[in-house]
C-alpha cells in the first residue's frame, strides 16, 4: 500500500482539488478532460484509481478505450528511453512511476496553460519576464536528482518515456520561445488539440527552405524599402508608417497564401491607418505610382467624379491577384480614424458576399481579415461587439483573421494605462479565441503562427488572433517627438537596428542567403521605388473603379436636380394580392399563437377589402413585391422578428414546439429570400455590420432597427463616419435603411425622440435621405425605391410607434397599386373651403398630424390647411412650393412634437422661407409651433406630456 499511499499524498491542497475535479469530469465524459490527463486516468492500475475514485467522490465506471494519439507528422525535439511499468514490476515501483507521470503531466499542463508567461516576446527587451512557480517542476516534487529519470508520460509531447530534462527542453522551446500561445481557455477538445500538435516541438525552427526564408526576406524587403522611401521623399508628411512592425506584411501575405491555397476567392481586409498605406502597395497592390502622386496632390479620382476626397491613409482599394494558380480578389476597406469602426463593417461585406455566392454553411469562400493597434484592440468596446457576433446565426461568418500589430503603445499611452487584463488581446478569450502572441523580430516565428491562424480559421470556422509584439519606431505620426513622453523606449528604440538587417544577418550566418544577395533585393526594390517616383509626376487617375463589378449598371445620383425624380415603385393588385394571401397563411397543424390569428385574419380582410392596410402589412407587402422581383431582403435588430411593439410578427413560432415559420418565404416557388435576425443587444456593432453588407450587395434591401430611434446613439460613429459621409469621402454607395422609432406618447425622454436633427445636420450634397412618413403606402414605396432606383442613398426613417394600429394611419390597397408612387410632400387632403379662403397653413411631419387632424375635426376648424412634409431631405422644394402656392391669403406655420431646438425645425426654417419667398403669396416667413427649447427630448411626466401636447397643437391651429 504504501505506493498507494504516495499517490494520496499528491492528493492534498491544489493538486487534490485539481486532479479530484479532474478525474471525476473524466468518469463521467472522458473526452471533456486535456487529452494528456485522458490518457493518464486510462492507464492508471486499480489501487491508483481507487485513490482518485476516493478524493473525488466520482462513482466507478469502466474504463474508457482509446484516448488521444498526437499527430503523426509531430516533431519531437527528442525522445526519451524506458518504457511503461508492467505488471511483473514491483508494485512499489508501480506507484511511484505512476505518481510521476501525474506529476509530470501536471506541468506539461502548466506550460501549456501558462508558458506564454515566460515567452520571449519583447524585441526591446524592456518587458521583465518573472518567472513563474507553476512552470518551475520543484511545484510539483521533482528536485534536481530526478531530472534524468524516464517517466512514462504514454505519448504526450510525442514522447513514450521522458525525463524531466527532455520535457522541459520541449515545452520550453514550444511555449516559451519567440512564441506565447493561449489556448487552454477553449472548451472545445479538438481545437486544443489541433493546437498542441502543431505547435508543440517548436516545428517553427524547422518550418522553411531556402526559398521560404528568401520569400520572407523579399517582403520585409518591400515593407522596409517603402517606408524608407517615403521618409525620404516625403520628409515631415504623415504616413503612419509601419517602421518597428514590418512583419505585419509577411504575416498578412501568408494569411492570404494559407487560405487561397484552401478555398478562398474573397478576402476584405480592415485596419487603421497605421501601416495602411503600406499593406496598399505591397499586399492589396496599389501601383507605387498612384501613392505617389497622392503624395504630391494628385487626386485620388478622375476629375468628373464628384467627391470630397480623404487623407491618403484612409483610403482603400482593390485587386485580383494569382497565388497558388487561384485568383483571388482582395479588397482594403476606407476607414476614418474611429480606428477599429471598420470592423464589423468587414464582417458584414464578408457575410454579404458569402450569401451573394451561396455559401450559406461552410462559409470558407470569403473571409475577413482585421488589422489592429494594441491600444485600439484593448480600449474600443466595438471590437468585442464584432467579436460577439462570430458565431451567432445572423452574423457569423466563419471566422475572421485578427493581427495586433503590437506598438506597445497607443499615441503616447503605455500598456499600464491603456488596458487592464495582461495583454492586449484578452478580450479575444471571450469568444474561446486562441491567441498567438510572437516576437515581430522573429520573421519565421511570425510567419509559422500567422500560418497556423489561417489554418485555424478554416478548419474550425472561428476567429483566430495573431499578436505580433514589436515597437513604434518614430512618434505617433513622423512629426511627433516620442521621447517626450517614452524616453527610455525610446532611447532603447534608437539603438535597435531594423527587423530585415537582423534577419538578413541571421540568414548570411546560417548560409541560407548570403549578404550580397540580400542587398542585391533591395537595390532592386529601392531602384523600382525611383522608377515609379519619376512617373508619379505625370500620373492622373482615368477611372474610378466605384460602380463596377456588382455595381455595374448602377450611377451617381444627378446633381443640381431640384427634386429627385419619381421611381417606378407600383405593383401589380395581383402581386399585392399574392403576398397578402402568405402573410395570413400558416401550415396546417402550425399551432399560431390565439393573439396573432386574429392579426393575421385582420391582414387577409384588409387584403381582400382594399382597405384599412396597416403599417406592418404595408411594410410586408413592400418586402415581399421585392422578394417577388428577385432582390434578397435582410433586417436585422434588436426583437426585429417579433417587432418592439409586437407589430411585425415576420416569424411565426409554433406555440406546442416552437418551430418557426416565415410567412414571406412561402409566397411563391422562385421568389428570393427574406432573412430576419433578433441581434445581440449592440447598435455600433450590428449597424456596421449591416452597413459593410449593404456596401457589398447593391441589390438586397438592407435594414437595421433601433428598438427605440435613440438607441442608434449608440452607433453613432457608424452613421456620421459612413453612412453619411462614405460616398463623398470613399466613393462608396450604400442603400442601407435605418428604422428608427420616433413619436410622443409620453413616454418620456428615451422612448420619444430618434433625434431626428441629428440626421439632417448631416444632409447635404443628396448624402441620403430622411423621411418621417404618416402612411403604410408611402412606406411600402420608400422601401421600394430604394431598389428601384439606379442609385443607392441610405434612407433614415423615423418609424412611428402608435400610428402602427392608429386607425387613421390606414391605406387602401390602391395605394400600392398601379398609378401610385411615393409623396414626398402630402397636400391638404380633408378641405372643406377654399384654398383662399384658408387663414393659416401647418405644415408637419409624421405622428403630429394625426393628433392635429384629430384636433381640427373635434373644433370644427375649417379655414386650416395641413401639409404633410413626408420627406425632410432632399428638401422637397418643388412639390412644397405646388402644395403651397393655392393658399395665397394664409399664414405658414411649422409643427412638430419635439422641442425648438431638436427635431426638424432648424433644418426646415429657412428651407421653407425660401420657397415662400418664390412664391406669389401673403406668407413670407413660417412660425413656430412646438415644445420650447429643452436640454431632455421629453418629459418623463405624463401629465406634463399631456399638457404639453395638447398646447402645441392648440397653438398650430390658432385654437
Given at each position: 500500500?504504501?505506493?498507494?499511499?504516495?499517490?494520496?499524498?499528491?492528493?492534498?491542497?491544489?493538486?487534490?482539488?485539481?486532479?479530484?475535479?479532474?478525474?471525476?469530469?473524466?468518469?463521467?465524459?472522458?473526452?471533456?478532460?486535456?487529452?494528456?490527463?485522458?490518457?493518464?486516468?486510462?492507464?492508471?492500475?486499480?489501487?491508483?484509481?481507487?485513490?482518485?475514485?476516493?478524493?473525488?467522490?466520482?462513482?466507478?465506471?469502466?474504463?474508457?478505450r482509446g484516448g488521444f494519439a498526437p499527430a503523426p507528422d509531430a516533431p519531437p525535439l527528442g525522445r526519451g528511453k524506458g518504457a511503461a511499468p508492467t505488471a511483473a514490476a514491483d508494485p512499489e515501483a508501480i506507484r511511484a512511476a505512476q505518481l510521476d507521470s501525474i506529476r509530470a503531466l501536471m506541468l506539461i499542463r502548466s506550460y501549456r496553460v501558462r508558458g506564454h508567461l515566460e515567452a520571449q516576446l519583447d524585441p526591446l527587451g524592456l518587458q521583465q519576464v518573472k518567472p513563474h512557480p507553476e512552470l518551475d517542476p520543484a511545484a510539483y516534487g521533482f528536485t534536481e536528482a530526478d531530472w534524468d529519470r524516464p517517466i512514462f508520460i504514454n505519448g504526450v509531447l510525442g514522447l513514450d518515456t521522458a525525463t524531466i530534462r527532455e520535457i522541459m527542453e520541449v515545452v520550453r522551446a514550444t511555449y516559451c520561445g519567440p512564441i506565447g500561445v493561449e489556448f487552454m481557455h477553449?472548451?472545445?477538445?479538438?481545437?486544443?488539440?489541433?493546437?498542441?500538435?502543431?505547435?508543440?516541438?517548436?516545428?517553427?525552427?524547422?518550418?522553411?527552405?531556402?526559398?521560404?526564408?528568401?520569400?520572407?526576406?523579399?517582403?520585409?524587403?518591400?515593407?522596409?524599402?517603402?517606408?524608407?522611401?517615403?521618409?525620404?521623399?516625403?520628409?515631415?508628411?504623415?504616413?503612419?508608417?509601419?517602421?518597428?512592425?514590418?512583419?505585419?506584411?509577411?504575416?498578412?501575405?501568408?494569411?492570404?497564401?494559407?487560405?487561397?491555397?484552401?478555398?478562398?476567392?474573397?478576402?476584405?481586409?480592415?485596419?487603421?491607418?497605421?501601416?495602411?498605406?503600406?499593406?496598399?502597395?505591397?499586399?492589396?497592390?496599389?501601383?507605387?505610382?498612384?501613392?505617389?502622386?497622392?503624395?504630391?496632390?494628385?487626386?485620388?479620382?478622375?476629375?468628373?467624379?464628384?467627391?470630397?476626397?480623404?487623407?491618403?491613409?484612409?483610403?482603400?482599394?482593390?485587386?485580383?491577384?494569382?497565388?497558388?494558380?487561384?485568383?483571388?480578389?482582395?479588397?482594403?476597406?476606407?476607414?476614418?480614424?474611429?480606428?477599429?469602426?471598420?470592423?464589423?463593417?468587414?464582417?458584414?461585406?464578408?457575410?454579404?458576399?458569402?450569401?451573394?455566392?451561396?455559401?450559406?454553411?461552410?462559409?470558407?469562400?470569403?473571409?475577413?481579415?482585421?488589422?489592429?493597434?494594441?491600444?485600439?484592440?484593448?480600449?474600443?468596446?466595438?471590437?468585442?461587439?464584432?467579436?460577439?457576433?462570430?458565431?451567432?446565426?445572423?452574423?457569423?461568418?466563419?471566422?475572421?483573421?485578427?493581427?495586433?500589430?503590437?506598438?506597445?503603445?497607443?499615441?503616447?499611452?503605455?500598456?499600464?494605462?491603456?488596458?487592464?487584463?495582461?495583454?492586449?488581446?484578452?478580450?479575444?478569450?471571450?469568444?474561446?479565441?486562441?491567441?498567438?502572441?510572437?516576437?515581430?523580430?522573429?520573421?519565421?516565428?511570425?510567419?509559422?503562427?500567422?500560418?497556423?491562424?489561417?489554418?485555424?480559421?478554416?478548419?474550425?470556422?472561428?476567429?483566430?488572433?495573431?499578436?505580433?509584439?514589436?515597437?513604434?519606431?518614430?512618434?505617433?505620426?513622423?512629426?511627433?517627438?516620442?521621447?517626450?513622453?517614452?524616453?527610455?523606449?525610446?532611447?532603447?528604440?534608437?539603438?535597435?537596428?531594423?527587423?530585415?538587417?537582423?534577419?538578413?544577418?541571421?540568414?548570411?550566418?546560417?548560409?541560407?542567403?548570403?549578404?550580397?544577395?540580400?542587398?542585391?533585393?533591395?537595390?532592386?526594390?529601392?531602384?523600382?521605388?525611383?522608377?515609379?517616383?519619376?512617373?508619379?509626376?505625370?500620373?492622373?487617375?482615368?477611372?474610378?473603379?466605384?460602380?463596377?463589378?456588382?455595381?455595374?449598371?448602377?450611377?451617381?445620383?444627378?446633381?443640381?436636380?431640384?427634386?429627385?425624380?419619381?421611381?417606378?415603385?407600383?405593383?401589380?393588385?395581383?402581386?399585392?394580392?399574392?403576398?397578402?394571401?402568405?402573410?395570413?397563411?400558416?401550415?396546417?397543424?402550425?399551432?399560431?399563437?390565439?393573439?396573432?390569428?386574429?392579426?393575421?385574419?385582420?391582414?387577409?380582410?384588409?387584403?381582400?377589402?382594399?382597405?384599412?392596410?396597416?403599417?406592418?402589412?404595408?411594410?410586408?407587402?413592400?418586402?415581399?413585391?421585392?422578394?417577388?422581383?428577385?432582390?434578397?431582403?435582410?433586417?436585422?435588430?434588436?426583437?426585429?422578428?417579433?417587432?418592439?411593439?409586437?407589430?411585425?410578427?415576420?416569424?411565426?413560432?409554433?406555440?406546442?414546439?416552437?418551430?418557426?415559420?416565415?410567412?414571406?418565404?412561402?409566397?411563391?416557388?422562385?421568389?428570393?429570400?427574406?432573412?430576419?435576425?433578433?441581434?445581440?443587444?449592440?447598435?455600433?456593432?450590428?449597424?456596421?455590420?449591416?452597413?459593410?453588407?449593404?456596401?457589398?450587395?447593391?441589390?438586397?434591401?438592407?435594414?437595421?432597427?433601433?428598438?427605440?430611434?435613440?438607441?442608434?446613439?449608440?452607433?453613432?460613429?457608424?452613421?456620421?463616419?459612413?453612412?453619411?459621409?462614405?460616398?463623398?469621402?470613399?466613393?462608396?454607395?450604400?442603400?442601407?435603411?435605418?428604422?428608427?422609432?420616433?413619436?410622443?406618447?409620453?413616454?418620456?425622454?428615451?422612448?420619444?425622440?430618434?433625434?431626428?436633427?441629428?440626421?439632417?445636420?448631416?444632409?447635404?450634397?443628396?448624402?441620403?435621405?430622411?423621411?418621417?412618413?404618416?402612411?403604410?403606402?408611402?412606406?411600402?414605396?420608400?422601401?421600394?425605391?430604394?431598389?428601384?432606383?439606379?442609385?443607392?442613398?441610405?434612407?433614415?426613417?423615423?418609424?412611428?410607434?402608435?400610428?402602427?394600429?392608429?386607425?387613421?394611419?390606414?391605406?387602401?390597397?390602391?395605394?400600392?397599386?398601379?398609378?401610385?408612387?411615393?409623396?414626398?410632400?402630402?397636400?391638404?387632403?380633408?378641405?372643406?373651403?377654399?384654398?383662399?379662403?384658408?387663414?393659416?397653413?401647418?405644415?408637419?411631419?409624421?405622428?403630429?398630424?394625426?393628433?392635429?387632424?384629430?384636433?381640427?375635426?373635434?373644433?370644427?376648424?375649417?379655414?386650416?390647411?395641413?401639409?404633410?412634409?413626408?420627406?425632410?431631405?432632399?428638401?422637397?422644394?418643388?412639390?412644397?412650393?405646388?402644395?403651397?402656392?393655392?393658399?395665397?391669403?394664409?399664414?405658414?406655420?411649422?409643427?412638430?412634437?419635439?422641442?425648438?431646438?431638436?427635431?426638424?425645425?432648424?433644418?426646415?426654417?429657412?428651407?421653407?422661407?425660401?420657397?415662400?419667398?418664390?412664391?406669389?403669396?401673403?406668407?413670407?416667413?413660417?412660425?413656430?409651433?412646438?415644445?420650447?427649447?429643452?436640454?431632455?427630448?421629453?418629459?418623463?411626466?405624463?401629465?406634463?406630456?399631456?399638457?404639453?401636447?395638447?398646447?402645441?397643437?392648440?397653438?398650430?391651429?390658432?385654437?
Amino acid at each position: 500500500m504504501a505506493g498507494v499511499d504516495i499517490l494520496a499524498s499528491a492528493m492534498t491542497g491544489a493538486n487534490a482539488a485539481f486532479l479530484a475535479d479532474l478525474y471525476a469530469r473524466w468518469v463521467e465524459k472522458p473526452d471533456s478532460v486535456d487529452p494528456s490527463f485522458a490518457e493518464l486516468f486510462a492507464a492508471l492500475n486499480d489501487d491508483a484509481r481507487a485513490v482518485l475514485t476516493d478524493a473525488s467522490g466520482a462513482s466507478w465506471a469502466p474504463r474508457p478505450r482509446g484516448g488521444f494519439a498526437p499527430a503523426p507528422d509531430a516533431p519531437p525535439l527528442g525522445r526519451g528511453k524506458g518504457a511503461a511499468p508492467t505488471a511483473a514490476a514491483d508494485p512499489e515501483a508501480i506507484r511511484a512511476a505512476q505518481l510521476d507521470s501525474i506529476r509530470a503531466l501536471m506541468l506539461i499542463r502548466s506550460y501549456r496553460v501558462r508558458g506564454h508567461l515566460e515567452a520571449q516576446l519583447d524585441p526591446l527587451g524592456l518587458q521583465q519576464v518573472k518567472p513563474h512557480p507553476e512552470l518551475d517542476p520543484a511545484a510539483y516534487g521533482f528536485t534536481e536528482a530526478d531530472w534524468d529519470r524516464p517517466i512514462f508520460i504514454n505519448g504526450v509531447l510525442g514522447l513514450d518515456t521522458a525525463t524531466i530534462r527532455e520535457i522541459m527542453e520541449v515545452v520550453r522551446a514550444t511555449y516559451c520561445g519567440p512564441i506565447g500561445v493561449e489556448f487552454m481557455h477553449i472548451q472545445a477538445p479538438d481545437q486544443k488539440a489541433w493546437i498542441q500538435e502543431r505547435m508543440e516541438g517548436a516545428p517553427w525552427t524547422r518550418a522553411f527552405d531556402g526559398q521560404a526564408k528568401r520569400a520572407i526576406l523579399g517582403q520585409l524587403t518591400e515593407a522596409e524599402g517603402f517606408e524608407a522611401f517615403l521618409a525620404r521623399k516625403y520628409v515631415s508628411t504623415k504616413r503612419f508608417g509601419l517602421e518597428g512592425g514590418e512583419s505585419t506584411i509577411p504575416a498578412v501575405q501568408t494569411v492570404i497564401e494559407a487560405v487561397a491555397r484552401d478555398g478562398v476567392e474573397e478576402i476584405a481586409i480592415g485596419m487603421a491607418h497605421r501601416g495602411r498605406l503600406n499593406v496598399l502597395v505591397n499586399v492589396v497592390k496599389k501601383p507605387f505610382t498612384q501613392v505617389f502622386a497622392e503624395f504630391q496632390g494628385v487626386a485620388a479620382n478622375p476629375d468628373d467624379v464628384q467627391g470630397s476626397g480623404d487623407v491618403k491613409y484612409h483610403l482603400g482599394t482593390s485587386t485580383d491577384v494569382e497565388i497558388g494558380g487561384r485568383t483571388v480578389h482582395l479588397s482594403l476597406q476606407p476607414n476614418p480614424s474611429h480606428l477599429e469602426a471598420v470592423d464589423p463593417v468587414v464582417v458584414g461585406k464578408v457575410r454579404a458576399r458569402q450569401d451573394m455566392r451561396g455559401d450559406t454553411k461552410r462559409r470558407r469562400s470569403v473571409m475577413g481579415i482585421l488589422l489592429h493597434g494594441d491600444a485600439a484592440f484593448a480600449g474600443q468596446g466595438v471590437v468585442y461587439e464584432t467579436m460577439a457576433m462570430s458565431q451567432l446565426i445572423g452574423y457569423r461568418t466563419g471566422g475572421t483573421v485578427h493581427i495586433v500589430t503590437n506598438n506597445q503603445i497607443g499615441f503616447t499611452t503605455m500598456p499600464a494605462h491603456a488596458y487592464s487584463g495582461l495583454y492586449c488581446t484578452d478580450i479575444a478569450k471571450a469568444v474561446q479565441a486562441p491567441i498567438w502572441h510572437v516576437n515581430g523580430d522573429d520573421p519565421e516565428a511570425v510567419v509559422f503562427a500567422a500560418r497556423l491562424c489561417a489554418e485555424f480559421r478554416q478548419a474550425f470556422a472561428t476567429d483566430a488572433v495573431l499578436d505580433i509584439v514589436c515597437y513604434r519606431r518614430y512618434g505617433h505620426n513622423e512629426t511627433d517627438e516620442p521621447a517626450f513622453t517614452q524616453p527610455i523606449m525610446y532611447k532603447r528604440i534608437r539603438e535597435m537596428r531594423t527587423t530585415r538587417t537582423l534577419y538578413a544577418e541571421r540568414l548570411a550566418k546560417e548560409g541560407s542567403v548570403p549578404a550580397d544577395e540580400a542587398k542585391a533585393v533591395l537595390d532592386a526594390f529601392n531602384a523600382k521605388m525611383d522608377e515609379a517616383f519619376e512617373a508619379s509626376r505625370a500620373f492622373r487617375p482615368n477611372k474610378a473603379d466605384w460602380l463596377e463589378g456588382h455595381w455595374a449598371g448602377l450611377k451617381a445620383a444627378t446633381e443640381g436636380e431640384n427634386e429627385e425624380r419619381l421611381h417606378a415603385t407600383a405593383v401589380p393588385l395581383d402581386a399585392l394580392r399574392q403576398v397578402g394571401a402568405a402573410l395570413a397563411r400558416v401550415p396546417e397543424g402550425f399551432g399560431v399563437n390565439p393573439k396573432i390569428a386574429r392579426q393575421l385574419e385582420a391582414k387577409k380582410q384588409a387584403i381582400e377589402s382594399g382597405e384599412g392596410i396597416d403599417w406592418a402589412t404595408g411594410e410586408a407587402l413592400g418586402f415581399g413585391t421585392l422578394l417577388l422581383d428577385g432582390h434578397r431582403v435582410r433586417l436585422s435588430g434588436e426583437d426585429v422578428q417579433r417587432g418592439t411593439f409586437s407589430q411585425r410578427h415576420a416569424v411565426l413560432v409554433d406555440q406546442s414546439n416552437q418551430a418557426e415559420y416565415v410567412p414571406l418565404n412561402n409566397i411563391r416557388e422562385g421568389q428570393a429570400r427574406f432573412e430576419v435576425f433578433n441581434s445581440l443587444l449592440s447598435e455600433f456593432g450590428v449597424l456596421g455590420l449591416e452597413y459593410g453588407y449593404s456596401l457589398a450587395d447593391p441589390h438586397t434591401l438592407v435594414l437595421w432597427e433601433g428598438q427605440f430611434g435613440d438607441f442608434a446613439n449608440g452607433a453613432q460613429v457608424i452613421i456620421d463616419q459612413f453612412i453619411a459621409s462614405g460616398e463623398a469621402k470613399w466613393l462608396r454607395m450604400s442603400g442601407l435603411v435605418l428604422l428608427l422609432p420616433h413619436g410622443y406618447e409620453g413616454q418620456g425622454p428615451e422612448h420619444s425622440s430618434a433625434r431626428l436633427e441629428r440626421y439632417l445636420q448631416m444632409c447635404a450634397e443628396r448624402n441620403m435621405r430622411v423621411c418621417n412618413l404618416t402612411t403604410p403606402a408611402n412606406y411600402f414605396h420608400a422601401l421600394r425605391r430604394q431598389l428601384k432606383a439606379n442609385y443607392r442613398k441610405p434612407l433614415v426613417l423615423m418609424t412611428p410607434k402608435s400610428l402602427l394600429r392608429h386607425k387613421l394611419a390606414v391605406s387602401s390597397l390602391a395605394d400600392f397599386g398601379p398609378d401610385s408612387a411615393f409623396q414626398r410632400v402630402i397636400p391638404e387632403i380633408d378641405a372643406t373651403v377654399p384654398e383662399a379662403e384658408v387663414k393659416r397653413v401647418v405644415l408637419c411631419s409624421g405622428k403630429v398630424y394625426y393628433d392635429l387632424l384629430q384636433a381640427r375635426r373635434d373644433a370644427g376648424v375649417k379655414d386650416v390647411a395641413i401639409i404633410r412634409m413626408e420627406q425632410l431631405h432632399p428638401f422637397p422644394k418643388e412639390g412644397l412650393g405646388n402644395a403651397l402656392a393655392p393658399y395665397t391669403n394664409a399664414e405658414v406655420v411649422w409643427c412638430q412634437e419635439e422641442p425648438e431646438n431638436m427635431g426638424a425645425w432648424t433644418f426646415v426654417d429657412r428651407r421653407i422661407e425660401g420657397v415662400l419667398k418664390a412664391l406669389d403669396i401673403k406668407a413670407k416667413r413660417p412660425e413656430y409651433a412646438g415644445r420650447e427649447a429643452a436640454a431632455s427630448p421629453a418629459t418623463g411626466l405624463a401629465k406634463v406630456h399631456g399638457q404639453q401636447q395638447e398646447s402645441l397643437v392648440r397653438e398650430a391651429l390658432a385654437l
